[in-house]
């Protein structure tokens, strides 16, 4: 963690003390992978995340490439719904580790929340990069494509989602998603909070 900077063994346990502690502090608190979204914290909660934001911070003054606390700071933005701001915390710790397929994720998801098609594009592409085999990956990619109207790109990716895990449900939808789009030519909604709020009103139509 520290090949390339130079620091005494008490500042790197001083490093690690502090690390643990806001993860401790974070721990069944911020939206971890196949989990629904948490609802905004009240005020005791986000004391307490605000604080390990800061205990995030000082461990990147020590160690500025911690791709591991910047990955953290953006879980807690998550959990804020500052998702602007967690997009550049996700990127920040794609730049010191671009082989990490999970923040290569969650950038791309973060992304397509706020309608920045060619970014969540790219994150997501990138991620299948990392992990080819992997029909999750794949099926995000699919809803990057879809919400960004580039519906031959999504029905493919989510093809090669389907192909790896039949019966996901998410992957389902997804297709079922895309077919609806497809069928209608009409233009999907741009960002995941929209296309999901479409979606729910056309399922009550049915």
Not at 173 to 182: G, K, L, V
Request: aromatic content about 8%; glycine content about 4%; proline content about 6%.
């Amino acid at each position: 963690m520290f090949e390339s900077i130079k620091i005494t063994d008490e500042v790197a346990a001083e490093h690690d003390r502090i690390f643990q502690e806001a993860r401790a502090t974070t721990e069944g608190q911020i939206p971890l992978h196949g989990q629904s979204e948490m609802p905004v914290p009240g005020w005791l909660l986000a004391g307490k995340l605000k604080h390990a934001i800061a205990l995030l911070e000082r461990v990147l003054q020590i160690n500025p490439e911690n791709w591991s606390a910047m990955w953290f700071i953006g879980k807690i933005h998550q959990r804020f719904r500052n998702k602007t701001e967690a997009l550049s915390w996700f990127e920040r710790s794609y730049q010191v580790n671009p082989s990490q397929p999970d923040v290569a994720r969650e950038a791309s998801l973060c992304a397509m929340e706020i309608g920045r098609h060619d970014t969540a594009i790219a994150f997501a592409h990138r991620a299948v990069q990392i992990e080819p085999t992997n029909p999750g990956l794949h099926a995000n990619l699919a809803l990057a494509y879809l919400l960004a109207g580039r519906i031959p790109d999504a029905q493919t990716a989510v093809e090669r989602a389907l192909a790896g895990a039949s019966s996901d449900t998410i992957s389902q939808t997804i297709r079922t998603m895309i077919q609806h789009f497809a069928t209608n030519g009409h233009v999907p909604p741009t960002t995941t909070p929209a296309l999901l709020n479409y979606w729910r009103k056309c399922r009550k139509t049915k």
